[in-house]
């Protein structure tokens, strides 16, 4: 028989954490046309893999979702960031001017979408790179909650 005396809760995450990430994803591609974005969509994926090591045990999360990974993300999200801004000096226009990534004619409006959508993707990649990394310190800190301590 299995001793496993959690399996509500197993049964219950497994079924979550797939919602949560979509609505993260959901979260970050509406943010422009309403409440959210990256920021909010980066906690969201960032919840989802902590609701998981909670339940699964850190060791488990950091297999799903290694550590060097985390760190990764974050760094790839402030360069996506700072490389539009940059691509922005290069085209001949100022600091994170969307307008300037791309010569369009005028009442166009392609650089704007484009800029937003890839600041809001480094700001994803950053801080659910940055809330696991920080996660993941202070997980390593503490012993894991043992069964009869539940």
Do not use: C
């Not at 005396?5 to 970050?28: C, D, E, G, N, W």
């Not at 600041?119 to 790179?129: C, T």
């Amino acid at each position: 028989m299995n001793n496993d005396h959690h399996v509500i809760l197993r049964v219950i995450s497994k079924m979550l954490i797939p919602v949560i990430v979509m609505f993260a994803f959901y979260t970050q591609f509406h943010g422009e046309y309403g409440p959210g974005g990256g920021f909010q969509a980066g906690i969201i994926f960032a919840v989802g893999v902590i609701l998981y090591a909670l339940v699964f045990g850190v060791p488990s999360a950091m297999r799903a979702v290694p550590p060097v990974f985390t760190r990764a993300l974050a760094a790839i999200g402030v360069l996506l960031y700072s490389g539009v801004g940059y691509w922005a000096l290069l085209q001949g226009g100022n600091y994170l001017e969307y307008q300037a990534l791309f010569q369009e004619p005028p009442g166009e409006h392609k650089g704007q979408h484009v800029g937003i959508i890839l600041i809001e993707l480094g700001v994803l990649f950053a801080v659910a790179g940055a809330m696991l990394t920080i996660f993941y310190a202070f997980a390593g800190r503490v012993a894991e909650i043992r069964d009869k301590d539940w």
